[in-house]
Structures are given as C-alpha cells and as structure tokens.
C-alpha cells in the first residue's frame, strides 16, 4: 500500500471514529420527557381489613442530566394523584399521594439509536386530601427504594421515544384509635411509554 492509499485509509477510519462522537458532543446534557405511565399496585396489607387502591394511568414528567454520556441523574414527577381506598372490595374513602423518584442511571450507548438504562434510586410520597373512618389514619410520609429499566430510542435529532419500567416502595403504617394495627403496601409497578428531547 502506497502512501498516499494508508492517509486515505487512515482519514475514512478517523472519520468513521470522530462521526459518533462528534454526534455525542453536540447533544446536551438535559433531557426531559413526557410519559403516559400505567400505575399497577401491589395491594399488600398486614392490617386485616384487605385494603387496596385502585390502579390508574397517570402523567409523568422528568428531568434528566447526564454527567458522562453513561451516567445521570433523573427526577421523576407529577401531580397529587387522588386514589379511592378500599377495605375488602368495599370503598371506604380516598387519597392523594405525590411520589417523586429520584435515580442514577447508567446508560448503554455502544447500540446507536437504541439506548437502554438502568437505573436505582429512593422515592418520597407524601400523602394528602386524605378521607378514612372516624379513628382510622395512615402515616402521611414513606420512604423507599426504587428501581427502573428503559430505553431511548433516537427518532430524530434530540428527539427519542422512551420505554420505562419502574418498581417503586410506597407504604404506610395504618392505625385505628391512635394504635398501629398493620402496614400497606402499595408497593407499584409503573410502565411508562413517552417522548422525550435532549438538550
């Protein structure tokens, strides 16, 4: 191979190398999608009375930054989302609950436009507007771990669809007459379809 033939070679193989990379160093380092997330709980209860809440479709907003171009950070939230209580099929009033998430992810960019994650973090809820039998309470606050899984996929530039799954602890100590008599455990599984752009 002549000398002239190696530069050519070497250019296309530089270029070949500098193309994704230059792609990577153009994209922001927010992203922020928009999901439509299917709320699916656990329903586990240790107080006797066989409580459950209803499940729901909910909106979902959240905010990424990528620190490296395989680790970020993302907040994960919406709105109070109201609930109907039940005690063995029977409604006996209602909740609102706001869950924001927080999580660190590691994000896989080796496959082009797909890009899958994932991610563990800690969740806070904060129980509100909340309607229950004369004596009975929940603790208003919970605490928990969650984890997620997902994909972006590349549509166009900045712009990607997004598939999350999420399981999240929620739970809160119930009490009749001022006594603790059990646990709930709303404990959800969350599957999320959106769209998102990065900037």
């Known amino acids: 191979m002549n000398t002239r033939s190696t530069l ?32 699916d709980s656990a329903n586990k209860d240790s107080t006797g009375l066989d409580l459950t809440v209803n499940n729901k479709v909910i909106p979902e ?25 039940k005690a063995g099929g029977t409604e006996i009033g209602s909740l609102k609950h706001l869950p924001p998430t927080l999580t660190v992810q590691y ?51 900045n712009v990607y669809l997004n598939f999350d799954v999420k399981k999240v602890q929620i739970r809160t100590d119930v009490s009749s007459g001022g006594a603790k008599i059990g646990t709930f455990k709303v404990d959800p599984l969350l599957v999320g379809v959106g769209v998102g752009y990065r900037f």
């Open 107 to 157: 994000h896989f960019t080796q496959l082009g436009a797909f890009k899958p994650y994932l991610g563990a973090g800690v969740n806070y809820t904060r129980f509100s507007a909340v309607k229950l039998p004369a004596g009975v309470d929940i603790e208003r606050n919970s605490f928990g771990l969650a984890v997620q899984a997902g994909l972006d996929f590349a549509v166009a530039k």
């Open 8 to 39: 050519i070679a070497a250019a296309l193989a530089a270029a070949t190398v500098a193309a994704p990379l230059s792609a990577q160093a153009q994209e922001g380092p927010f992203l922020v999608r928009l999901r439509a997330v299917n709320l």
């Open 61 to 85: 907003l959240d905010v990424s930054y990528f620190f490296t171009p395989q680790i970020a950070a993302e907040l994960i939230l919406t709105y109070p989302q109201k609930h109907t209580l």
